[in-house]
């Protein structure tokens, strides 16, 4: 990286379970550091499953499916005992379980936002607005 004098202040945000840019970010954070540049990282970190997790997130998913779905997630194992997913969202056979179970969500068109939500969850996602408050506020804090 060519650091000039009048470099910027730098703030990485990502997700620490993404362990090679975890790894670029914690070097770039050191040579700007040792530039005298002030860095500074917000780590999107995962989320726990609760019953409402979905239902709370998504437009037209009740809270009931939402239970149902969790419910299914604890009993095929994919997330752990305190609601944390084990695998991303993506990565995990969610899909295959749904069609063996009573619950619909083709019909509503929930699939998509699902896996989306679980992706997030799992936080190996590739952008986010969850931290933009703080994101805004750092900035903020930086302007003359």
């Known amino acids: 990286m060519d650091i000039t004098e009048d470099y910027p202040p730098a703030l990485f945000v990502h997700m620490p379970k993404d362990a090679l840019i975890e790894r670029k970010i914690t070097k770039s954070m050191g040579v700007l550091r040792n530039k005298g540049v002030e860095v500074a990282e917000i780590k999107c970190m995962e989320l726990p499953l609760s019953p409402t997790f979905l239902s709370d997130r998504i437009p ?3 809270q009931t499916v939402s239970a149902r779905l969790f419910d299914l997630f ?8 305190n ?10 056979p969610w899909k295959d379980a749904l069609r063996d179970s009573k619950i619909n969500l083709v019909e509503r068109d929930l699939v998509h936002p699902v896996d ?3 992706n997030l969850a799992f936080a190996y996602h590739e952008i986010t607005s969850l931290q933009s408050e703080e994101i805004f506020k750092w900035f903020e804090s930086h302007m003359t």
């Open 74 to 81: 604890k009993e095929k194992g994919f997330v752990d005992e």
């Open 116 to 118: 989306e939500e679980l």
């Open 60 to 62: 037209g998913l009740d």
């Open 83 to 92: 609601g944390y997913m084990k695998q991303d969202g993506r990565a995990t």
